[in-house]
């Protein structure tokens, strides 16, 4: 091959991909359905689960107190925790029964038990309880109610100590109820909220599966708009494989810029949660995890029938992945088998690495095993989809041979009813 006709195959390539390119942002555009999940649903739900659990922790969460000691030592417990800012004694109850009906009707999240020997063990010297009954149905009430029990029997206990001890100066009291002395400095979750802990996650993932639902759903329209439910279309510019899913991609890789910027950089910075990412990092982990998705989505959009099958396929998938990334559970306590499941998703590793680089100003080389995994599926998924591609040009065109076989047949056969005909 001469240097002009490479240089000719060259253009007439950068042609067809740019043509691809246009007619998918014509056809993006142009779908109600890929706009809502391409645009509405990437900019409302952040805004939404951001406002959600934008107060990072809960206040004066109702609880029912049974107390049956009914002293002075029971009142100051039970005033204490009133005072606090994590739980509001709503209801006084007068015994297990009345409370249990409480928490039932889900007028209270919690309810304190006091016993009625509770004063008379501690004037004896002897050790007492108090029973905390939480409802474990939502984590944040549950640790509210059961923090605040705990932090007013350590203020009491450290209270009785100074009582029985005899010491003489405040010092002495000191180191009597806190030997040891500790600090506790929140170094990366620095509210201890709820959102700093689960928000970045879910950005990461939202970009993914909206970015695949998009990209199946474009699929399933051009198979339904084609009279064969061919997801290729009889073109001239669609004659290369590396032309389609390079025009293809950077439709995707455009829009999606945009939104990935949203996601990493307004987000945080509207609702006040962690980010101090550098810039750098940043883009180094982006740049992979998006041309991953975007590979992602195309490998599997080429089994979408149906516009419909992409909400079956994807949407339920969500929550398992939120799980499997290792923000929500322990990555260590996750069976093998999820674990290698979850390597097929870049969600894992770019939740991972976003993570790290966004909340716990990491940089590239601390993240460099989700970096260069993010990579690989790039170039996996790129073959994928080249792959896959190919298969549905081959497809096309045996398809329309088989189409024009089938019309000379036709044509054959009426010529004969004509000539037969005429005798």
Known sequence: ???????????????????????????????????IFFLIVPFAYPVLYSWIYNNEVVHEVPVAVVDNSHSAMSRDFIRRCDASPDVCIAYHATDMDEARALMGSQKVRGIYYIPSDFSTRLGRMQQTAVSVYCDMSLMLTYKAVYQAALLVSQEMNAGIQVELSGNHTDREEEITTTPLAYEEVPVFNTTGGYGNFILPGVLMLILQQTLVLGIGLAAGTAREKNGYKELI???????????????????????????????????????????????????????????????????VSCIIRYRENVMLLVVFMSVPL?????????????????????????????VRAFVRVNS??????????????????VVVYFCLACGVYRYQIYLSRTNLLRRLRDLRQKRAVRRKLRSVGSK
């Open 233 to 299: 279309p009889i073109s001239r510019h669609y004659r290369g494989v590396f032309r389609i899913v390079i025009g293809k991609a950077m439709c995707y890789i455009m829009i999606y810029s945009v939104i990935a910027a949203y996601l990493t950089l307004v987000i945080p910075r509207m609702f006040g949660f962690v980010a101090i990412a550098r810039p750098d990092a940043l883009l180094g982990v982006m740049l992979p995890y998006m041309l991953a998705c975007v590979f992602f989505g195309m490998t």
């Open 360 to 377: 716990m100003g990491a940089v590239l080389p601390d993240v460099l095993t989700e970096y260069r995994m993010l990579w690989l599926q």
């Open 1 to 35: 091959m001469n240097d002009k006709g490479l240089l000719s195959r060259f253009a007439e390539g950068v042609s067809d991909a740019c043509f691809v390119w246009w007619q998918e942002m014509k056809n993006t555009f142009r779908d109600e359905g890929v706009i």
């Open 322 to 350: 939120l799980f499997l990334s290792g923000v929500s559970w322990p990555q260590s306590n996750i069976p093998w088998f999820w674990q290698a499941v979850s390597w097929i998703f870049p969600s894992t590793f770019g």
